[in-house]
């Protein structure tokens, strides 16, 4: 296969991918890691794929025992981009058993990244609430008692509110009915809303005659 075909493809993998030395040291770079990582590839060719991650991993380790058992590495790795802003990503390594002549047999792996770091926040976020509202539906269940102590005393000043609401209904009722002088209700403009049985005697309207009368008609 040609040169420029092995690069396109390579270019190409969807996501991070790098090509490592037996030492762990990186010969390949697409644009996706440049991306994710903030380097260019002129910046990490030659150095060591730790570079990248907070920690240090072990891969040279990595890649001849994955390499003696045919197996394939794969863990969750905290990664630093180049500006510092640190995430968090699922990364494999997979061995090269027969790398193209293009990498002059150097190659020895390919890793690869995908960005976890948003869906770790929520999914943070969501054992966070699940959390919270197991927390209180315990305590709600545990205080039961107090709320239901607490509720049949809400309901009894309720009923004691409505108690002297409708006696000092009745107190008015008795006021307006038998004082001699008016006792009215008016809107802001003065028309009447109410006006007490004394109206008649005083005015010589019955109460419901007054009401959308404008009380300044009668002010002289």
Not at 69 to 86: D, F, L, P, S
Not at 148 to 156: G, P, T, V
Not at 193 to 216: H, I, T, V
């Amino acid at each position: 296969m040609q040169t420029d075909t092995i690069q396109s493809l390579f270019d190409a993998i969807p996501g991070s991918a790098v090509l490592l030395d037996r030492a762990g040291r990186i010969i390949d770079w697409n644009p996706s890691a440049a991306s994710l990582f903030g380097y260019h590839k002129k910046e990490v060719l030659g150095k060591s794929v730790n570079l990248i991650y907070q920690q240090n991993h072990p891969f040279q380790k990595i890649i001849q025992e994955t390499l003696s058992q045919q197996q394939k590495w794969m863990a969750e790795t905290r990664y630093i981009r180049k500006n510092g802003i640190k995430g968090l990503c699922k990364t494999h390594l997979n061995l090269i058993s027969t790398p193209p002549s293009h990498y002059k047999d150097k190659a020895a792996a390919i890793i690869t990244h995908h960005d976890i770091f948003s869906y770790k926040s929520v999914e943070t976020d969501l054992n966070n609430t699940i959390k919270n509202l197991t927390r209180q539906l315990q305590e709600q269940s545990e205080s039961s008692q107090a709320a239901n102590y607490l509720l049949l005393k809400i309901l009894y000043l309720h009923e004691q509110n409505e108690k002297i609401v409708k006696e000092n209904k009745l107190l008015f009722d008795l006021l307006v009915e038998n004082t001699t002088d008016i006792i009215s209700r008016l809107s802001p403009d003065g028309t009447y809303l109410y006006a007490s049985p004394s109206a008649k005697a005083l005015l010589g309207y019955q109460p419901e005659e007054l009401l959308n009368y404008n009380f300044y008609k009668f002010v002289q």
